[in-house]
């Protein structure tokens, strides 16, 4: 990233700060701009293996969940 990238960086960082955006909100602007896949695969690169195993538990537990109230 070159300093004139990085400026404007930090200044939609400010402004997102300042309406104190929230994680479903920044999902929305990540998809917008066609970068969740990208994103996902950073994360994921640069997450540990207990965090990831917690999450892939995470979604298993609400997977079963969505399909046991299905059947309900």
């Known amino acids: ?3 004139n990238q990085q400026s404007s ?3 939609i960082i400010e402004h997102l700060s300042a309406i ?3 994680g479903e909100t920044m999902q929305y ?3 917008q701009l066609g970068l ?3 994103m996902l695969r950073q994360l994921l690169l640069q997450a540990n293996d207990n965090d990831i195993n917690y ?3 995470e979604r ?3 997977h079963d ?3 046991n109230t299905q059947f309900n």
Request: without cysteine; hydrophobic residues 35%.
């Open 36 to 38: 969740e896949e990208q």
């Open 9 to 11: 960086a930090d200044h």
């Open 1 to 3: 990233m070159d300093r």
């Open 65 to 67: 969940r969505g399909n």
């Open 60 to 62: 298993n537990s609400i």
């Open 55 to 57: 999450l892939l538990e």
């Open 20 to 22: 104190d955006v929230d």
């Open 29 to 31: 602007i990540i998809k």
